[in-house]
């Protein structure tokens, strides 16, 4: 059974910081993943897929990296702004069988202080 | 375009009532999905419904909870008798197959 842990639970950092978001998984045959941001009280927002055949995906300010035969992830944030305060959530799809389904992590939570 | 689209987006019901939570997909998406998002816990998946093959039900927690897709496209999520431990946010997302799931904000389930 796919397990998705993601560390740390809660982060705190002064605007401007670079940081780093982890995501492990236990079952490397995954078909992609994915990384979520979750405002309060909202849904989830897609910010990065990853194809298992890609090392990397980048969008602006994120990149998300995928290591698959070690089982991880990492979601990249540079110069972190207050408006990237939110949930962070990294979710697998697993290749064969029910490879519908997303496995998700409990998130972390990011704050960034003006 | 428009996204994913759910209601209510809160609802308080009292213990035993049933519910009923809507979904609007994505047009044009095969792929609908349901989880539940409880206090503490990471997402749960619940039911996976895509084109016309029977649906995988197999995340649902009891008997009490049913879904439904009409026509291929809204669905809706049943639950009979409710309980307190029912209470969560519910999540719908829907895809093309193969592709990235696009979630819906979410029903807050509240049973009091």
């Known amino acids: 059974k796919q397990e998705v842990t993601q560390i740390p639970a809660a982060l705190s950092v002064p605007e401007g910081e670079n940081l780093v978001l982890n995501c492990s998984f236990t079952?490397?045959?995954?078909?992609?993943l994915q990384w979520f941001r979750q405002d309060p009280g909202k849904g989830l927002t897609s910010l990065l897929l990853?194809?298992?055949?890609?090392r990397e995906q980048t969008s602006g300010r994120l990149n998300a990296s995928l290591d698959k035969s070690s089982g991880r992830s990492t979601l990249y944030i540079a110069a972190s702004q207050p408006g990237d305060s939110a949930t962070y959530l990294c979710?697998?799809?697993?290749?064969?069988?029910?490879?519908?389904?997303?496995?998700f992590g409990k998130g972390t939570l990011l704050t960034v202080n003006p | 375009g428009a996204g994913v689209s759910q209601s209510p987006s809160n609802k308080v019901t009292e213990k035993g009532k049933d519910v009923e939570l809507r979904c609007d997909p994505i047009?044009?998406?095969?792929?609908l999905y349901w989880y539940r998002q409880s206090l503490g816990q990471g997402l749960e998946f619940l039911i996976y419904?895509?084109?016309?093959?029977?649906?995988?039900k197999s995340g649902l927690p009891s008997d009490r909870f049913s879904a439904e897709r009409t026509g291929g496209s809204v669905s809706t999520l049943t639950i009979q008798r409710t309980q307190q431990e029912d209470s969560a946010v519910y999540l719908c997302?829907?895809?093309?197959?193969?592709?990235?799931?696009?979630f819906g904000p979410g029903t807050r389930l509240t049973v009091t």
């Open positions: 997302a829907s895809s093309l197959q193969g592709w990235g799931q696009y």
């Open positions: 079952d490397s045959a995954i078909y992609n």
């Open positions: 990853i194809q298992s055949s890609q």
């Open positions: 979710a697998v799809k697993n290749s064969g069988g029910s490879n519908y389904k997303l496995t």
């Open positions: 047009s044009g998406h095969t792929a």
């Open positions: 419904f895509q084109g016309n093959s029977a649906p995988d």
